[in-house]
Each structure stands twice: as structure tokens, then as C-alpha cells.
């Protein structure tokens, strides 16, 4: 591998004019296509096979509205009589009549008509239905039902707007210029001049602006969940900036050495460019690896994400280089401040450590160990759930129709369950339905049932069942399970089949589905990241040691978004609208994205190490002059990840926050922990044993020669000088 990278390096640097205008060409062909073809993102996370979403598409021939989308309009009022007074009453109705009438709806009951008026007379619900589906309700339909409720804001009643339709999630708020601003400081810092921590910054924008133009134009054919632009430009922005940077760092040592730029950036792009493409080729597989889990949004984001890599490889492999013959020597133009590049002088703070890890091996693994199973302590306490309503960042329109529903109506209110009660197998289906609803009424965590719906042809019932508490409390997924069970009994009974649907029911059974999926999930990305890795290094150690640091680096994570979004650990500190269960997929979404980058540093420090080794170095020796080399790219490499996805984390949406700090905390912990502490102590407690291979594998197992042992063969003289190109370029 390496030395097809060598020579596209070469050609790229070469040929940096055809290289720049075709990366032109194609993001201007990209954002064409996407300006041409770009359609709307999902908001409803399905899960097919689940029975709630199974019911749900059973009955939508029947009852069609189930299949639309829905908002609920609260209207509140604090003065006397509340919001049955006269006035109120007459504002409210008027404003319920106006929404009726509005563009995409389909009713709009009045609530005084249907009793849903909360007990102490304060809070009324108008639940709105519209006449397509969720994904069809647009802006402008959004904006007419507000406008319809003027009447009751102009008499001064407090209005919100709630339910799937004003549930925004995933929304991109700006937070990630901060995350550039940060990274740029630390390119600043880390490389010292503006022109060479300018170019990982360009190459990463140039990435992440085809990716997400690619995704958008795609948006318009295919069914993409609002959460995967986002992932992607997360992922693509921080691997993008930090693949650039590990070429460009090794490519200002090969100057430092006195080659020539064509050379340097060559050279550079051979060995590093072979960690690049082997890392995200890990991260890759380990995003595509979603797809293990059977649920088509999580496929999607997976794949958004692993699209967006495969674009940072391609252009930090070929762009890059061609900017590179265009900075020619000046790469260190327009300084701020002295960064020398050395072959070899002084001791760097990283061979210290290094120095430091090797001489003290057992003792700095024991530490490590003992941090990072404190901090996946609180991961036992893992709850799994899907955010609405109430995990809207307060003062927004949602949260404010939940809290107001949930203090007037209870908590259940903002949990409904459907009941689907099919009684044509029933030999008297009015007194089965009766018989179903007189059981769902007398379980303990039911608070009432509202009036059922009917369709007489197909003796079908629908009955909806408030719980006594809310969508993401236990008792709710008990409540839950416990109609499930009865079903039989009910059945034997009356005659009637019975199912659970509903939103909340249908986040209960996507939590469970993805919990089930983690443990097959681990297994198969552990799997294909061992042969990969094994490929990679021509070891048996190196990658085991290497899963068995990314399992510590995940459950350290989760433990920390246990502590912060379960727990409410740091309140004040990250504004976390709600706390409670953490959103479903973020411990799967976690465990693919991290494992993937978690390899990035796996093979960025131990193919260092490697590459000491075999050319000749000690063991030991070769771990400290590994972390030598690469301890302050890597160190700089996981600052820019960290920024890029702590940026997250300072916004308000209830997805993207804790997928936003699972993944800063993760990165943090691997890269300064696991990879800068523990893998280090490892590879010095191994010794020689650290490179043993099987001979019957080193018989069929290819050679990638991804340190360049066999390029630097070939590039160097009979007497070891290496050849230095004459022509400058």
C-alpha cells in the first residue's frame, strides 16, 4: 500500500493544478446536484418489525389518521375561571375554529366538546390532525396552525405548540464554528505557522462541504432520518482536520530531514496516508456496522457518516498533497510563533512520558485501569429511551406544551398508549371491547381511558389508555409490558386480539430492539477490526490489546453520560433540557463512532512504533521513540475531535447534545488515557512478544507494508543514503 500512496503523492504534488480543479469540479457538480435534487429529512424514527409499528401499519387502511401527523395546541389562562371564563372560552373556540380551516389539516376538535379540559380548569388541549404524514407537513403548515391561534393570544391566554409536528430534533444551530474556531487555535499552536494549520482546516471544509452536499442531493430520493447530516458533518469535520494533519506533520519532518517537497510530500503520504487509509477504513466498517442492528434510520446515519469518511481519506490523500506543491518550501509562511521541526535534538515532553510510561509500566497500566473503571461505574445504571416533548431545551414552544399538559392533565397525558382492540373473532364484539377496556381500566398504572374510536366493518376499536406517569418513566414501559401480557388472557376471554401502538409504545420497543442489538453489534465490529488490524500490524497482541482499550474507552463514556443526562451530574455546568433515560442509540451510535476513531490513534502511535522496530530499534526503545514522534500530533488530533464535538454539546437539541459529549468524552479518554497511557505500558510489558505472528499466517495473510519497510527498500542506495529527488518542483 504504501508505495501506491507514494507515487499518488508524488503525482498529486505534481499535478496540484489538475488535483485542485477536479476537487473544484466535483464540489461544484455536488452542491449543483444537491440545489437540484435535495428533499426533506425524517423526524420519525420507525423501526419495522417492532409491534408497534407493526400494529401501526396494519391499521392505517382502517384508521388513517394514525398514519398522519399530529400537534397538540395548549391553551392556558391564570385569571379567574380559568380558561372556562366567558372570554377565554369564546378566544379558545375561535382560535380552534380558525386551525381547523388551516392549509394540511384535517380536524381540529373543539376541546370544551371533547372534554378535554383539565380538572382545575386552567388548561385546554386542541389535538390537531393533519391530512399527510409527518414527513409531508411543511413550515408553511406549521406557521398557519400558530397564526391560526392569534385570538386567544390577543385575549391574553397562554398558547404553545406541541406534539411529532413541533418536536424538532437534529437541528445544526452554528455551535461547530465554534468547534473550528478551537481547532484552528490548536493547528495554530501544534504547527506554528498560519499556512500550514490553514490547509488541514481547507482540506476538512472541502470534505465535509462534498459529503454533506452528496447526502442533501440524496435526501431527495431516499428517507434520511434529520440526525444524519448531522453525524456526518460531526465525523467528517473531526477526522477530516485530523487526517490532514497526521500527513502534514510528517510531511514537514521529511523537510526537516533536508528532502525535497515532492519527496517530503511523497514520503508522507506513503506512511502516513497508509495509517489515513487504514483508519478509515476502520471507521468505516465500524459506522456501516449499524446496519447489524436491523433499524433502517440507524443503517442510514451509519452510512451518512462512513460517506462523509471515505470523503476525508480521498481528500486527505490527494488534495492535500497538491496544496502541498503549491506551499513548496513556504509551508511555514506567515509564522506566529517558533515551531522548529527537527529530525532528532532535544527531548520532547512526549519522550519524557514515554520514558516515563516504559520504566514504570505496571504501575501506569494500574492507574489507568483503576480511573477508567471508576468513571464506567455509573454505565450499570444505563436507562434507554427516546426524547420528545419533554426533553425540548426550556422556553420552546414543545417544552412548554408539555410541561403545561403534564401540570394540568398529569403526566400520562403526554404518554398515550393505543390500544387496538380487534373483536371480529369475537362472538359479541361490543361486550369484548367493553370486557378489554374494563381490564386496561382496572391495571394499576392506568389513569383513565379516553372515548374509544370505532370502525364498525372491520370490528376494529381503538382505545386510548393514559398511564399515571410519563413517556420515559419505568412504570410507563411496565404498564406497557404488562397489557402485553395480558393479551392472552384477554383474548381466551373475549375473543378479542389486542396490540400496543402509539408513539410511546413505539419508543419503548425501539429501546428494546437497540439494546438487543449492542451485543451482537460489538461482536461483529470487534470481529472485522481484529483481521483488520492484524492485517495492519502482523500481530496477535496489537490488536487484541487495542479492542480491549476501546471497551475501556467506551464504557467510560457511557458511565459519564449516565452521570451527566441520567443522573443530572454537572447541572449548570452543560444545559441538559431533561434529565432521564439516555436517547436510545446513543450507546450503539457511540460504541461505531468511537471504535473507529479509537483505531485512528491505535494506529497512528503503534505504527510508529512498529516502524522503529523494524528497522531495528529495541522494543522499548521503539515504544518511546513512537510516542516521541507522534504524541503531539495525536495530542493535537484529539483536542481538534474533542472541540469539533464538544461544540455539540453547548446547544440545545436533546440528540445531538449527548451524542455531541458521549463522543468528546470518549475521545478525550481514549486518546489521553487508553492510547497515551495504557497502550504504551502494554507494549513495554509485551516486549518482542508485542510483533509475533504465526508463521502459518504470515504465509497467506497479504503484505500492505504499511510503515514503508519495503518502499524505504527500494528508495534507498547500496550504501543507505537515502536518494534525495534532483528535480525541485
Not at 313 to 337: E, M, N, Q, Y
Not at 591 to 616: C, N, W
Request: proline share 6%; aromatic share 6%; hydrophobic share 55%.
Amino acid at each position: 500500500m504504501a508505495t501506491y500512496l507514494y507515487r499518488l503523492g508524488r503525482y498529486c504534488f505534481r499535478r496540484r493544478r489538475a488535483v485542485l480543479a477536479v476537487w473544484i469540479a466535483v464540489l461544484i457538480a455536488v452542491g449543483g446536484a444537491a440545489g437540484a435534487f435535495a428533499g426533506k429529512t425524517s423526524e420519525e424514527f420507525k423501526v419495522p418489525g417492532t409491534e408497534a409499528q407493526s400494529t401501526l401499519d396494519r391499521i392505517k387502511g382502517t384508521f388513517p389518521e394514525q398514519g398522519h401527523g399530529s400537534a397538540q395546541v395548549v391553551f392556558a389562562a391564570g385569571g379567574p375561571g380559568g380558561i372556562t371564563a366567558p372570554e377565554a372560552a369564546k378566544a379558545v373556540t375561535e382560535a380552534v375554529g380558525r386551525i381547523a380551516t388551516a392549509p394540511g389539516v384535517s380536524a381540529a376538535p373543539d376541546p370544551y366538546a371533547a372534554g378535554a379540559v383539565s380538572p382545575d380548569g386552567r388548561v385546554a388541549i386542541a389535538l390537531v390532525s393533519f391530512d399527510h404524514k409527518l414527513g409531508d407537513i411543511t413550515e408553511q403548515q406549521r406557521d398557519a396552525v400558530k397564526a391560526a391561534a392569534e385570538p386567544a393570544r390577543a385575549a391574553g391566554l397562554t398558547v404553545a405548540f406541541g406534539g411529532d409536528a413541533y418536536n424538532k430534533m437534529a437541528q445544526v444551530d452554528g455551535g461547530e464554528a465554534v468547534g473550528l474556531a478551537v481547532a484552528g487555535v490548536v493547528l495554530v499552536i501544534t504547527l506554528g505557522s498560519l499556512v500550514a494549520a490553514g490547509l488541514p482546516l481547507l482540506t476538512a471544509l472541502v470534505g465535509i462541504g462534498v459529503a454533506m452536499a452528496g447526502l442533501l442531493a440524496l435526501s431527495g430520493s431516499f428517507e434520511i432520518i434529520s440526525t444524519a447530516p448531522v453525524l456526518a458533518l460531526m465525523v467528517g469535520l473531526a477526522v477530516g482536520i485530523d487526517y490532514a494533519l497526521f500527513i502534514l506533520s510528517r510531511h514537514r519532518r521529511h523537510l526537516a530531514e533536508g528532502l525535497e517537497p515532492d519527496e517530503a510530500a511523497a514520503r508522507a503520504n506513503a506512511t502516513a496516508g497508509s495509517a489515513v487509509v487504514f483508519a478509515g477504513l476502520t471507521v468505516v466498517v465500524a459506522l456501516a456496522g449499524l446496519a447489524v442492528a436491523g433499524v433502517p434510520f440507524l443503517t442510514v446515519m451509519g452510512l451518512a457518516a462512513s460517506g462523509a469518511v471515505v470523503v476525508a481519506v480521498l481528500v486527505a490523500i490527494t488534495l492535500l498533497p497538491a496544496l502541498l506543491g503549491f506551499a513548496g518550501r513556504g509551508i511555514d509562511r506567515l509564522p506566529v510563533w517558533q515551531r522548529a521541526v527537527r529530525p532528532s535534538g532535544r527531548t520532547t515532553l512526549g519522550e519524557r512520558w514515554a520514558t516515563f510510561v516504559v520504566r514504570r509500566p505496571l504501575a501506569v497500566l494500574l492507574a489507568g485501569l483503576t480511573a477508567l473503571t471508576a468513571l464506567a461505574v455509573p454505565a450499570a445504571s444505563l436507562s434507554l429511551g427516546l426524547p420528545g416533548g419533554g426533553s425540548q431545551a426550556a422556553g420552546t414552544d414543545a417544552r412548554k406544551a408539555y410541561d403545561l399538559i403534564s401540570d394540568g392533565f398529569g403526566p400520562g397525558f403526554n404518554a398515550p398508549l393505543v390500544v387496538v382492540v380487534d373483536a371480529k373473532g369475537a362472538a359479541q364484539p361490543e361486550q369484548a371491547v367493553q370486557g378489554v377496556a374494563a381490564k386496561l381500566g382496572s391495571l394499576k398504572g392506568v389513569q383513565t381511558l379516553l372515548p374509544p374510536a370505532v370502525d364498525g366493518p372491520s370490528r376494529t376499536t381503538l382505545l386510548t389508555v393514559i398511564p399515571r406517569t410519563g413517556p420515559d418513566h419505568a412504570d410507563t414501559r411496565q404498564l406497557v409490558n404488562e397489557i402485553r401480557d395480558q393479551r392472552d388472557g384477554l383474548q381466551a376471554a373475549t375473543g378479542a386480539r389486542i396490540d400496543v401502538t402509539g408513539t410511546t409504545a413505539a419508543n419503548i420497543d425501539v429501546s428494546a430492539k437497540l439494546g438487543d442489538a449492542l451485543p451482537p453489534f460489538v461482536a461483529v465490529i470487534v470481529g472485522i477490526a481484529v483481521v483488520l488490524l492484524a492485517l495492519a500490524f502482523r500481530s496477535v497482541l496489537v490488536p487484541l490489546k487495542a479492542v480491549a482499550g476501546f471497551l475501556l474507552s467506551i464504557t467510560a463514556s457511557l458511565g459519564a453520560v449516565v452521570a451527566v443526562y441520567q443522573w443530572g451530574w454537572l447541572d449548570g455546568v452543560i444545559d441538559v433540557p431533561k434529565v432521564g433515560p439516555v436517547v436510545s442509540f446513543v450507546p450503539i451510535l457511540l460504541i461505531g463512532v468511537l471504535f473507529g476513531l479509537a483505531m485512528d490513534y491505535e494506529l497512528f502511535l503503534v505504527s510508529g512504533m512498529k516502524e522503529h522496530h523494524v528497522h531495528g530499534m529495541a522494543p522499548r526503545d521503539a515504544v518511546v521513540a513512537g510516542v516521541k514522534n507522534g504524541a503531539r500530533v495525536v495530542t493535537a488530533a484529539a483536542l481538534i475531535m474533542v472541540s469539533v464535538f464538544g461544540s455539540f454539546v453547548f446547544g440545545h437539541d436533546p440528540i445531538v447534545q449527548p451524542i455531541g459529549f458521549a463522543l468528546a468524552v470518549g475521545v478525550l479518554v481514549d486518546a489521553f488515557v487508553v492510547r497515551m497511557a495504557l497502550v504504551p505500558a502494554a507494549m513495554a510489558l509485551f516486549g518482542r512478544a508485542a510483533w509475533w505472528f504465526p508463521k502459518s499466517l504470515e504465509k497467506v495473510v497479504p503484505r500492505v507494508d504499511m510503515e514503508g519497510e519495503q518502499l524505504m527498500a527500494g528508495l534507498e542506495r547500496p550504501s543507505g543514503e537515502p536518494v534525495k529527488t534532483p528535480e525541485r518542483v
